[in-house]
């Protein structure tokens, strides 16, 4: 497979990485549902064990996952062999600069948080794509409050 597109700058993800990082302090396992592309969603995992300890796994969240790469501790992208791999890794790209966007994608298609995969009630929740107390969470209770 061809691999020429990974990324030889370190800290490309630093931003994401950082955000998951706030949501440490309150959540054991952050998590991230995006909208990405037409079809395909991703789940983005802070992990906590394995062969990439506190790195982000980015799977197609199903049950039988599909790895698409990992975020490592330096915020490089870190691909695995899947032939999506190339398409995520360009969706995340776009990720870092339209997140709300993205993240009120994955709620306007699911009707749920993207967060904690909740049912959004409320028409400030709707409106964002995430509910409060996840807006406080990530610390983003901000934007939730200002939508």
Request: hydrophobic fraction near 35%.
């Amino acid at each position: 497979m061809e691999r020429d597109y990974i990324p030889n700058d370190i800290g490309e993800f630093n931003r994401l990485l950082k955000f998951f990082n706030d949501a440490s302090d309150t959540l054991k396992y952050p998590r991230m549902r995006l909208q990405l592309g037409d079809y395909k969603f991703a789940v983005l995992v802070r992990v906590a064990k394995g062969k990439f300890p506190g790195s982000i796994r980015i799977t197609d969240g199903d049950d039988n996952s599909i790895l698409f790469g990992f975020i490592g501790l330096n915020g490089q992208w870190m691909p695995t062999h899947h032939k999506l791999s190339r398409w995520v890794y360009k969706e995340l790209k776009k990720l870092l600069n339209s997140t709300p966007s993205k993240l009120k994608a994955y709620s306007d298609i699911w009707s749920k948080c993207c967060f904690c995969n909740k049912d959004l009630t409320d028409d400030n929740s709707i409106k964002v794509g995430y509910g409060e107390t996840c807006s406080k969470n990530w610390k983003i209770h901000n934007q939730w409050k200002r939508k």
